[in-house]
């Protein structure tokens, strides 16, 4: 068997094609790792607003990206 042949004991049979590809049109990514400190610190903001953690960053997020734009 040569290194680009799978061995015989690997079966995608019931595979799914593409079940973990996100298409480049998606408007939602995997989240990045974050310290624990600011996790908790944002999720409790986000518990006190009665809104999701992943809406709450993105808020805080664009205003950052906002504030960048303006300081070029």
Same mark, same amino acid.
């Given at each position: /068997?040569?290194?680009?042949? /799978?061995? $015989?004991?690997? $079966? ?13 049109t ?16 944002f ?25 960048s734009?303006?300081l070029?």
């Amino acid at each position: /068997m040569s290194l680009d042949e /799978m061995p $015989d004991e690997i $079966d995608f049979g019931k595979a799914t094609r593409g079940l973990h590809h996100i298409p480049a049109t998606a408007s939602v990514f995997l989240p990045a790792s974050i310290e624990r400190s600011v996790w908790e610190y944002f999720s409790d903001k986000a518990a006190q607003k009665g809104v999701s953690l992943s809406h709450l960053l993105s808020d805080v997020l664009k205003r950052d990206i906002e504030i960048s734009e303006a300081l070029k």
